[in-house]
């Protein structure tokens, strides 16, 4: 009777806690796919239990009794799917379901986990886990990563989905131009299908389950997969009906991907970091899909924890910098973060985190859980778009005669010559155009084919109408690369362009020459400069005249104020201060923050007067005099999570929560001087604190040790 008195109060519990769970914000999250463990106990309000590993009931009964809301998280192109094909699930093994390169080679992601060609025999798969997702109780679901492999296209389960997809036999990528855009076009769909039809299965048992199932998928950047050589769906998804978002996948690890400018190829984390989010944003921004931002304190590749440290600041930077987006994932694999072991400078072997880091990554973790969503904009001169699309994945891999882009170049061309001058450059997804709100702020638009191509005649219609209407269009192009001439929309069924851009300035009614033109088509104008945009960027001083001429087309043209040029942005979100100062500009000169401040990227948090941001450096800081109500005692910030707020008379204590093992520190402000801070672990008495009193601010600083179970902290004052 006792056991059944304790097994039923068990239950009871993880009742309650899951119904608890459900009620939760879901503004913050991780993903993990192990058990719950005191030591990374990072209090988001989303876990995401990542893969159907045989303990998959009981990891998700352990997060849940944590008061988590448990979602789920699997790949879609890889996973630990060995019983798929090693022959338990069907009693037929699926080793020819894998992505091969050329010489013969399957692609692997690790042991016995191939890179997959999406058949319909794996689509039933993982329909399968769907299933016993929803039937566990969970009803969001993430299906991360469909990526496949430029280099991959050579086994017979592709050469099979290529004749049903375009009706005639296989060709080989690597023979011609056309085969190689013909082949990640392929790529391209048959992900786009597989989420296509697992969404709807999955919306549709859930609603034969009464339940009502969201779908989210967390991928990289169409920046770094065109840059990484991957082919996969980007924009075109956010347009299913099945698809309720996605986790943009930025991090250091994509963004410290080395890109030329002036001349010199080397990493650009920040700038990076701040295109692919742009990018992310603007596949979802017209749609109304729901976006999380993630980033990483590390990273996969083995580096030193200052490397992390350091490119972690510049992510988190960017990553905030977009004021709408106010969702986040705040780390994946927070296990690796918070026991794994990486190079430490000076030190001979590989040491755990260090305990400053991992306050300060605490620190910014949680604020994110109050970090709020704004109408403030990024300083800098708005409304100048980038042109993107996902064909910018088909012409990467393999190379041909007559056509090079090192390290995506014809793009960074266009983006990084007005970034670097402080100018927040946009991203629009041609695939986007249809819908009203895609342009409605984009005053000039830089485009180029020559690393890219339009996918339907649809996207030179939408923007005719834009430009006709008083829009700026920039095309820069010699559109002679090999791609131009691929079997596609604008040189067949009675079209016999030379180059897709010649239906464009049809449309838009001008006859372009060789020369760099400009043309007035409606209200607009368009130019026309026969470059490649690589060519700005890959030697140095190229990008002047393109300078001069956005100035012109902003200023003169779309008539849209002064183009502010400078070395830094800048933005104020409720009460934080973000920025970022940039080298490589068009001064050295710091940025002075006028305080008072705290400074969250130092876990000491001190209050400043002033903060001086230099060349290469980001800021993330609380601005005191922006707090809403200063007669309310309140923590601003620190590296636990509040709960259970109480003020009686003249004190005030709530619960603070993180990781145990790791150390707290935290800023209150408050009506007084405090005169006792006490804190209470579980179980144990109550121990007087020493308190730093900031007589400007209000503030009290308090520090002590973490425990994932809770601590109780009481101030009088």
């Known amino acids: 009777m006792l056991i059944f008195r304790k097994c039923l109060l068990l239950a009871i519990s993880c009742i309650t806690l899951g119904a608890q769970a459900q009620q939760l914000k879901e503004k913050t999250s991780f993903q993990i796919s192990e058990p719950w463990r005191a030591a990374y106990d990072v209090r988001s309000d989303i876990v995401m239990v990542y893969g159907m590993s045989g303990d998959f009931n009981e990891r998700v009964a352990g997060w849940r009794q944590q008061g988590y809301n448990v979602q789920f998280m699997t790949g879609v192109a890889w996973g630990n799917y060995q019983d798929y094909f090693m022959g338990q699930f069907d009693g037929k093994t699926h080793w020819e379901d894998g992505q091969v390169q050329r010489n013969g080679d399957t692609i692997w992601h690790g042991h016995n986990v191939p890179y997959v060609v999406p058949s319909a025999n794996y689509l039933n798969y993982m329909k399968s886990i769907i299933k016993k997702v929803v039937d566990a109780g969970i009803t969001t679901i993430y299906l991360e990563e469909p990526e496949f492999w430029a280099r991959g296209g050579y086994g017979n389960a592709f050469k099979k989905e290529w004749q049903q997809y375009y009706g005639f036999p296989w060709m080989a990528q690597h023979e011609s131009p056309e085969a190689t855009y013909l082949s990640s076009k392929l790529k391209y769909h048959l992900y786009f299908n597989a989420l296509k039809e697992i969404f709807a299965y999955a919306k549709s048992y859930g609603a034969g389950q009464g339940k009502t199932v969201k779908c989210f998928v967390p991928t990289h950047s169409l920046i770094n997969y065109a840059s990484w050589q991957i082919v996969s769906p980007e924009a075109s998804l ?71 440290k350091q490119n972690y600041q510049a992510t988190f930077t960017a990553e905030i ?66 042109l993107l699309g996902n064909s910018l994945m088909f012409q990467r891999f393999p190379t041909h005669a007559g056509y090079e882009d090192p390290q995506l170049s014809n793009f960074y061309g266009m983006a990084l010559p007005l970034l670097k001058k402080g100018i927040p450059v946009e991203t629009v997804h041609m695939e986007n155009l249809a819908y009203p ?82 043309y007035t088509a409606g209200k607009g104008k368009v130019f026309i400069i026969r470059q490649d945009p690589k060519e700005l960027v890959l030697e140095p001083g190229q990008d002047g005249h393109f300078m001069q001429l956005i100035r012109q087309a902003y200023e003169q043209h779309a008539k849209a104020g002064p ?127 020493p ?26 004052y």
């Not at 830094?568 to 490589?584: K, N, Q, T, W």
């Open 238 to 308: 956010a347009a299913l009906p099945g698809m309720d978002g996605y986790i943009a996948q930025v991090w250091t690890g994509t963004s410290r991907e080395p890109v030329y400018y002036n001349g010199v190829k080397k990493e650009r984390v920040f700038e990076n970091a701040f295109l692919e989010y742009g990018a992310m944003l603007s596949m979802t921004a017209p749609t109304g899909r729901q976006m999380y931002f993630l980033t990483d304190p590390i990273e996969d590749a083995r580096r030193t924890w200052d490397y992390y």
């Open 563 to 689: 183009l502010a040029v400078k070395n830094y942005f800048y933005l104020e979100r409720g009460p934080y201060d973000i920025a970022s100062v940039m080298d490589e500009s068009v001064s050295a000169e710091p940025l002075h923050i006028k305080g008072p401040v705290i400074d969250l990227f130092d876990p000491a948090l001190p209050v400043l007067a002033e903060k001086v941001v230099r060349p290469g450096e980001q800021a993330y800081l609380y601005h005191v005099s922006r707090v809403k109500d200063t007669k309310r005692p309140q923590v601003l910030c620190g590296a636990a999570r509040v709960y259970e707020e109480n003020m009686t008379g003249r004190s005030y204590s709530f619960i603070a929560r993180s990781p145990s093992n790791t150390q707290n520190v935290m800023r209150i402000l408050l009506p007084a001087a405090p005169k006792q801070a006490t804190i209470a672990p579980p179980g144990g008495t109550a121990q007087t604190l």
């Open 691 to 716: 308190v730093e009193w900031d007589a400007a601010t209000h503030t009290c600083l308090l520090k002590f040790e973490n425990k994932s179970e809770g601590v109780k902290v009481e101030v009088r």
């Open 321 to 386: 910098m977009y004021p709408t987006v106010d969702h986040f994932e705040v780390m994946p694999w927070p296990n690796r973060i918070y026991l794994g072991k990486f190079k430490v400078e000076g030190e001979s072997g590989p040491q755990p985190i260090a305990p400053a880091y991992a306050t300060q990554m605490q620190v910014m973790v949680n604020s994110l859980n109050d970090l709020p969503a704004s109408t403030n904009h990024v300083s800098g001169s708005r409304g100048i778009g980038v």
């Open 437 to 518: 709100g895609t342009l409605k702020d984009i005053k000039v638009l830089v485009m180029s084919y020559a690393n890219m191509k339009p996918m339907s005649d649809s996207v030179h219609k939408y923007l005719a109408a834009w430009v006709k209407r008083g829009g700026v269009l920039v095309y820069y192009g010699r559109d002679k690369d090999p791609f131009q001439q691929v079997k596609e929309w604008w040189n067949t069924n009675g079209l016999h362009y030379a180059a897709p851009s010649e239906d464009l300035f049809k449309q838009l009614g001008i006859q372009a020459t060789t020369g760099t033109e400009s």
